[in-house]
């Protein structure tokens, strides 16, 4: 069956520290990769996202998220956390081949930074 | 510009009665999501418009759910015999036409089915 998993419902880190949040898929060919975020009281807004070309994606506020074929992973990382970016996230696939017509988010993970 | 719009963004109703939840997507955009996202966990696919035809309804979580767009815009999600456990935020988004298109959420929908 076509899944995403994120396995850490939570991430701790201290601001400053680098972090990454974990993303595997299990979709048939080279899905699409995506990543949001969603912020307390707020809607999900886009963070990147991975269609072709360079394996590294570099996205906002300073994420990047690295593509994997072999692994099938695309796991979120920041070189230095800020508290601000405390948030729940999720990591998003799309089939390219014939099940394009659904789109699969992971249980997402919250990301805590600590001052 | 205006996002993506949700109405009601809050909906009280009671056990078996009927529901229906509008979307106002992006200007232009031609494809439209619904998702559904239960307190504590991730957001559930339910169908995809592209145009006014939805090519894969099998997401939807039974025959009481529903979904129309007309005129390539507005789309209306219609819960039937509400049930407690279809208490949720229900999700729209809308993104241009190709499938590799970024997608645009709106602010939600918050069902409560006492």
């Known amino acids: ?115 | 510009g205006a996002g993506v719009s949700q109405s009601p963004s809050n909906k009280v109703t009671e056990k078996g009665k009927d529901v229906e939840l509008r979307c106002d997507p992006i200007s232009g955009h031609t494809a439209l999501y619904w998702y559904r996202q239960s307190l504590g966990q991730g957001l559930e696919f339910l169908i995809y418009f592209q145009g006014n035809s939805a090519p894969d309804k099998s997401g939807l979580p039974s025959d009481r759910f529903s979904a129309e767009r007309t005129g390539g815009s507005v789309s209306t999600l219609t819960i039937q015999r509400t049930q407690q456990e279809d208490s949720a935020v229900y999700l729209c988004a809308s993104s241009l036409g190709q499938i590799q298109e970024t997608q645009y959420f709106g602010p939600g929908t918050r069902l409560l089915v006492l």
């Open chain 1, 1 to 115: 069956a076509q899944s995403v998993a994120q396995p850490e419902d939570q991430v701790n880190v201290a601001e400053g520290n680098p972090l990454t949040v974990k993303c595997t898929y299990s979709v048939s060919g080279n899905p699409y990769l995506f990543w949001y975020v969603q912020y307390p009281n707020r809607g999900l807004q886009f963070l990147l996202k991975y269609i072709t070309g360079d394996n590294l994606v570099k996205g906002s506020y300073g994420f990047e998220a690295e593509f994997n074929k072999s692994q099938t992973s695309f796991h979120l990382k920041k070189p230095s956390a800020l508290v601000s970016d405390s948030a729940l996230y999720f990591c998003a696939v799309r089939d390219r081949g014939d099940n394009f017509n659904k789109f699969y988010f992971g249980s997402g993970t919250k990301l805590n930074v600590k001052p």
